[in-house]
């Protein structure tokens, strides 16, 4: 497995933008996915969660703004993010779980300022 995180950049407050994931390996489809960030001096948290059978689950403060979805048959997981409001900016990385098997994509930054 070998994540790549894209789309992020600057933007606006009230604009959107959609992250992707992609997995350059054959068995994306085994993994549970999900997407952390970690604003500038914080500690990384989880924002949204998929799992194989495409269950979701959202950190409270995205809840109605965020949405995570994946395709496998194109090994890419995403996050359309709108509404974005300052307390969003920071860095984005995607991570991928199966037992005890751990991967996260290098990250990418995601700024919201007027």
């Known amino acids: 497995v070998e994540l790549v995180e894209s789309g992020g950049g600057l933007v606006q407050p009230g604009d959107s933008l959609r992250l992707s994931c992609e997995d350059s390996g054959s068995t994306f489809s085994a993994y549970n996915l999900a997407w952390y960030r970690q604003p500038p001096g914080k500690e990384r948290v989880l924002v949204a969660s998929i799992s194989m059978s495409h269950s979701t689950a959202y950190t409270a403060s995205v809840k109605g703004r965020f949405t995570i979805s994946r395709d496998n048959r194109k090994s890419t997981m995403y996050l359309q993010m709108n509404r974005l409001t300052s307390a969003d900016t920071a860095m984005y990385y995607c991570?991928?779980?199966?037992?005890?098997?751990?991967?996260w994509g290098q990250g990418t930054q995601v700024t919201v300022s007027s």
């Open positions: 991570y991928a779980e199966r037992g005890s098997r751990e991967f």
